[in-house]
Every structure is written in C-alpha cells, then in structure tokens.
C-alpha cells in the first residue's frame, strides 16, 4: 500500500494543538526531562513524562516531585499517571491542575509489568469496568479545562479484550483522546502489533481523537499507520530509543509543511555521536550530578550507535563512563566520518520479551465486577513510591 501522506497534518487534543500528530509515549527510567527536551530539539508533537504514580504524587514523594518538574522550555507539559484508586487518581489530579505543573494529563491503563497487573492495575484494570468508569469519569472532572487522555491496550490476552468497552466508557467520561498500543497485556513487546484494532478502536470512538501505538519504527511506518487505521496521531516509544532525531522525520512526514522544523537529517556517525554527547549533557544538567548523569547514559549507548562501526571495546567503555570528559575522549577516538549504515540501523529497538500469561490477582477474570476481595488487592497497588 501506499505510503502518501495520512490526512491529518495536525492533532488538536483539547485545548492544544500540535504542529504534528505525534506524542512521545511514557517510558520508565527514559523519558525523563533531558529525553523529551532532546527529542523536542529535533521535531513536534506531545512529549509526555514517565509513568508517575497517583499516591506517591499526592503524599508527595520527593522522587515523584522531582519528576513532576518540567523544563521551562517545554510546552505543553505532559504528564502520565498511574493509579488504581479513584479516589486517589482524582487528588492527584487536583494536585496537578491547582498547583499548575500540567498542561496535558495521560491515565496509564496499558502497563503490563507483573507486579502491576498482579496486583490488578495497568492493562488489568480496563477489566473492571465499573472501577475504570469511575476513576476516568473523576479524573476528568478533576482535570477541568486541562485536557485528561486514556492510554490503554488491548487487554489482558486475546480472550479478554477490553478496549472498545473501555474507549466508549473514556470517551462518555469526556476525555480528550484515547491511545490503544495494540498488544494485549500478554503479549506484552512480542509479535507484531495489530494495527486492525486501531481501526476499530477508530469506528468505536467517534467524538474524541484515536492515536494508534505499537511497531513505528520510521515516519513510514507511522504514516502508514495513519492511512490504514484512519486514526488521528501516533504515539511512538521504543521506536525512538538512541534516535531522538526521529520526531523530525515524523514532523516532516506527516506535520504541518509551514512548521518550524528543522531540515532532514544525514545521520552519519558524527551526527550520531553529537546527539549522544547532548542526550550526556542534558542528564547530567537533569540529575545535578555528573556522575549520575553518565551513568544514566550508559544504557543509550547500543541503541545510539546500533549498525554503526563501534567495535565491542568501544561499546564497553561507553557503557561504563563516568564524565562528559570520558564520553569526549571514547567518541574521539571513532571514525565519526563514517555514513549512515541504512537497514542495520534501523527496525525494532528495545526488548520485546515473549508472551506470557498475565500475572492477575486470584479470581480477577471471574467477573467484570470488583469484588470486595479485588478490592484488597488494589489497595496495595499503589505502595511502590517509584515514579516509574
């Protein structure tokens, strides 16, 4: 199929509009403020925050509140929550909005980590349906003019689906988008996404924008995505790992033409190394602590200089450096002349795991109704402080 340009040029999600149709999904321990400020340098779009967890926001975690804080020059701030509580889901909510520290919040229904689905959150909860009304239906009254969006799956496994219900119900509750990777629970990276869910998910939820995630490597990809599935915008997360720069391509590929985005970019290793040396640069500047930062960086090394002629001595002292001085001296020591290796460089980055059956707390598919014993349960799911 063709791959021309999807329809939609832009992404109007409440009260922002976006010069492209394309958002940054949440990513534990990656899309803190020095990535999404790296990323927004290079394209368009929605830049959301890490997955932060509604009862550490509220009993304000000092973690949590560092997360929470954006750069001054990111606009519209965007923040994902967690939680399973809708009581407290709603306070954190009020936290945001009264205290002004967003301009766009996401609910994380999606996650399919265990010790979150155990314990019935994530892309377990879209199961309850009564409990997932509830706290979406809250938030969004909470948020008041601050746009409230739904990120989801398509449910537990394949014999448990849950997002149509769970897009129509977002939708009634006055959301202003909704996201669906579209890979259940079990599946949790592997396979392929089916991008035939979004298209239906599209046809289910008719008032509200439909973003589609799962298996956007290139801007290609997503404007394919968006032809096929007829949805609004795309959400992109491992795709972009070690690649920041790919939010120009998507903005050119599918944002407005009189954007201010900048020209397409030949990504030869010098170009690579500079971007690698920023995203170093703008931890270390993030965490006040050089040491810190360098070693968060540690981790971008593979996916940076993935298909790239960095030997494996080379890749082994960047991912235990400790200064931006060390990252200066291992990157000068590459042929930064080297071209852009094509297909080596590109396709899936990230792990993907393999299927598996879905940690659920006992009894958690017997009804769509919670119960007072799966009310238990969701008590302690909220425990973990970690903002990711």
Known sequence: MSTALAPARTLRIGPIQLDAPVVLAPMAGITNTAFRRLCREYGAGLYVSEMITSRALVERNAVTMRLITHHESETPRSIQLYGVDPSTVESAVRVLVEEDRADHIDLNF?????KVTRKGGGAALPWKLGLFRDIVTRAARAAGDIPLTVKMRKGIDRDHLTYLDAGRIAEDAGVAAVALHARTASEFYSGTADWEAIARLKEAVTSVPVL???DIWSAEDAARMMLETGCDGVVVGRGCLGRPWLFGD???RLGRRDAAIGDPVDADLRFVA??????AELLVEFFEDEDRGCRDIRKHASWYFKGYPVGGDT???LATVGSLAEIDEI???LDLDAPYPGEAAEGQRGRAGSPKRTALPDGWLDSRVLGDAASRDLSEAELDHSGG
């Open 110 to 114: 999606g996650c399919p980590v265990p």
């Open 212 to 214: 589609g995630n799962g």
């Open 250 to 252: 998507l903005a050119r």
């Open 274 to 279: 500079n971007a690698f040396r920023r995203h």
């Open 315 to 317: 890749r082994a002292r």
């Open 331 to 333: 990157l000068s020591t």
